[in-house]
Every structure is written in C-alpha cells, then in structure tokens.
C-alpha cells in the first residue's frame, strides 16, 4: 500500500511538471506568434501608406495634365473670339463706309434728278410755243433764204442736232461704263427691231435711228432696275405704293407699261392737238368756216401737247419739296404742336380800352378811270321815272 500510494505521487508529479513544460512551451509559441503579427501589421501599413503617396503622386500629375489641357483650350478659345470681334469690327467699318457710298450716291443721284425736272419744267414753255411754229409744207414762205429769218432757222436746226448728239455721246458713254449692260442683250434687244430699223434708214432719219437703237439697248437694263425698285417700294411703304393707275400687286411695273403700249395710236391722238387751237403760223382757216381738220376728228400729228405729263412731273416734284401737303403729315405735323393759350389783355375788358382791327394795304387796285358821258344823258335821267313832266308842270 505504502508503495502504490508513492507510484501514484510520483505520477501525478511527472505529468504535473509535463503540463508546465507544456503550458510554457505553448505561451513561448503565442508570444513567437503575436511579434510576427505586429511585424506583418506594420509592413502592411508601410505598404499602404507607400501605395497611398504613390496614387497621390500619380493623381497630382494627371491633374497638372488637366489643368495644363484646359488653360491652352481657353487660349484657344480666348484667341479665337479675339478673331471674331477683330472680323465683327472690319464688318461693321466696311459697312459704314458702304453706307456712307450709298448715301453720297443717293444724294448724287436726286441732285441730277432735279436738275433734270427743272431743265424739264423750263422746256415746257418753249415746247408749248413751238406747236405754232410754220409747218414743213408753208416754211418756204417764211425762210427766204438770205434773210435773217432762214439763217435763224439754221443755227436753230444745226444747235438742236448738236445737242441730240451730245446727249446720244453721253449715253453711249454711260452705256459702256455699267456692266449690267452687255453687249449680247443689247444686240439682242435690237434685232428684234430691224424691220422698223430699215424703216427708218429708208426715209433716211438717221437721228430717230440712233435714238431708237439707244432706247433698244437700255430697255433690259431700264425694266430690271425698275422692277427690282418697284419691290422694294412695295414692301417698305405697303399700301402707299399703289397710287395712280399702275396698281396691279401680282404684276411688274415694266409689263404694265408694256400693256399700255400696245395700243399706242389711242394715247397719241390724246395727245394731238388740232392746228385751229393753236394758231399755227401761215394757216388760215377756209370763209365757209369748215376746214379739213373740222371734219375729221383726228388732231394734227405734227402738234403734240404733253401738259398732262407736265402736271404729273409737277405735282410729284411739289409733293416731295413740301412734305406737309400731305394730309396725313399735316395732320401728324398738328398733332405735335403745342396748344398755345390765347394772348388776352385782361386790363382791356369792359370796354376800358379802345378795340380795332387796323386793315391791310390794298393790293392790286385799280384807280379810277375818267368817264366822258355822252351829251344826251342827262336827258335820258331826267326822262326816267316822269321827272320831265314834272319840271314842265312846275314851270307851267
């Protein structure tokens, strides 16, 4: 018993010192353990935090990149509006300069407008005085030649061809500086008038040829411009344009102008005067008083009167010299003025003043002119209502 009990202390003390062995053994291998731990943990941080400098380095350049790309895509930008208001500037400079030609010329252009309305409006008379001017066939009578009258006639004759063909030069001239004339439409416009051309060489009016070949080769020119006008009228002015007898909308000026000449003959005897009206040197009406030009209802075509031309001329020149004949601008012109109180004297009420209109000068009036009566009136007044019979009773 005594042994047994002994084999057994000693057991229990081997394994009791095994499990120390062993539990120090495991405590040195948690320790080994958890030192590689922290070593891991801080490399791994170390890691991290090198990644993250890295990532933060590469960020950094990439935004340096960005920012350098924008900046030179905002000089760009910068440079590229700078073009546009240097382009805009030169626009608008070459605009005004356009503007300013355009004006000079408009104003040019109204001036030899007048100056041709007024050389227009001091031909009337003359133009008027010549329908009494002797005809071709009585003209012999009166240019005698060697008389002062026939050489009149021919410096009369010589200057009008003078001038016929400054005025044909000039426009030749002008014919030749615009380049919105070409030589194939004038050619074409005057071949489709060789049967009037030859016409016309056969009576051997050379000068009605020339006008006639010069009026051929301006038309195309002269309908386009016109027509291209009339629009622009039509659209800035509206209702205002159609005044007069061209009114037609859907229709060009110059294919109006073409209908009313189609049938000629009616304007030109409108046009015609008769010899009788005007009193033309050397005729002299038949004693049965009917004369030829009396039967036929047609005037002479060697008298014209274009008065109804003049007036037109005449009215649109005065309309546009003085605006405030229109009624619209004179009633406009109104509405603009400002009421202006009436200037009353009010010491001058109840009659505590002297009131009068002083009239003006007479103009224009004519004095009184000596009457001669004849002898036998006084008889005739005192033959009036019975005051001769009175006087004779009386002295009875």
């Not at 309908?223 to 007069?244: E, P």
Request: aromatic share 6%.
């Amino acid at each position: 018993m005594g042994k047994s009990s002994k084999r057994s202390r000693d057991m229990d003390e081997d394994e009791s010192s095994q499990e120390e062995v062993e539990s120090d053994y495991l405590e040195e291998m948690m320790d080994g353990e958890e030192g590689g731990s922290d070593d891991y943990g801080n490399s791994q941080e170390e890691a991290d935090s090198d990644h993250l400098e890295y990532m933060e380095g590469e960020g950094d350049g990439r935004d340096d990149e960005q920012q350098n790309a924008e900046m030179e895509e905002l000089e760009r930008q910068y440079q590229h509006l700078q073009h546009e208001e240097q382009d805009h500037l030169k626009n608008l400079k070459r605009h005004k300069d356009e503007d300013a030609l355009k004006g000079q010329a408009i104003k040019n252009q109204k001036a030899l407008w007048d100056k041709t309305l007024e050389f227009r409006f001091l031909l009337q008379k003359v133009f008027s005085t010549s329908n009494k001017l002797p005809q071709e066939s009585i003209r012999s009578s009166f240019c005698i030649p060697g008389t002062e009258v026939d050489q009149a006639y021919s410096d009369l004759i010589s200057s009008s061809k003078q001038t016929l063909n400054c005025m044909l030069e000039l426009q030749e001239v002008l014919l030749e500086n615009n380049p919105s004339i070409t030589q194939d439409d004038s050619r074409k416009e005057s071949g489709k008038h060789e049967v009037l051309s030859t016409n016309l060489e056969g009576d051997g009016d050379e000068d009605w040829l020339q006008i006639h070949e010069m009026h051929s080769r301006i038309a195309p020119f002269r309908n386009i411009s016109v027509d291209k006008w009339q629009r622009k009228t039509q659209v800035t002015t509206g209702a205002a344009a159609f005044k007069g007898k061209l009114q037609a909308f859907n229709q060009n000026i110059s294919e109006q102008v073409a209908g009313y000449l189609r049938d000629p003959d009616k304007m030109i005897k409108r046009m015609q005067l008769k010899a009788s009206s005007v009193g033309v040197f050397g005729k002299v009406s038949e004693s049965d008083g009917t004369s030829k030009e009396d039967t036929n209802t047609d005037g002479d075509p060697e008298l014209i009167d274009d008065s109804e031309f003049y007036q037109q001329l005449l009215k649109e020149f005065l309309e546009s010299c003085d605006p405030t004949s229109s009624e619209a601008a004179f009633y406009a012109l109104r509405k603009m003025q400002t009421k202006k109180r009436k200037m009353v004297d009010r010491r001058a009420s109840k009659s505590r003043k002297i009131r009068y209109n002083v009239h003006e000068k007479i103009a224009n009036f004519m004095a009184p002119v000596p009457m001669v009566l004849p002898a036998m009136a006084p008889k005739l007044f005192e033959n009036l209502f019975g005051l001769g019979n009175r006087k004779s009773t009386s002295a009875a």
